[in-house]
């Protein structure tokens, strides 16, 4: 929704709204990728019994 800012009249910012886009992304990529490894390990503790 943020990005929709960048559309003016005179056209539009392409160059911001991919900025933008990308510092957006980047914090839940990060936590994503460093919460996989538990994720994981979860799921496999958790499938085996004994």
């Known amino acids: ?3 929709l800012a960048f559309i ?4 539009i910012q392409y160059g ?3 900025a933008a886009i990308v510092l ?3 914090p839940t ?3 994503a ?5 538990y ?3 979860g ?3 958790g499938a085996v019994k004994g």
């Open 33 to 37: 990728l460093y919460a996989q490894r």
């Open 29 to 31: 990529l990060a936590l």
């Open 43 to 45: 799921l496999s503790l």
């Open 16 to 18: 911001q709204i991919s």
């Open 39 to 41: 994720l994981v390990e």
């Open 24 to 26: 957006s992304i980047t």
């Open 8 to 11: 003016t009249s005179s056209g």
């Open 1 to 3: 929704v943020g990005a």
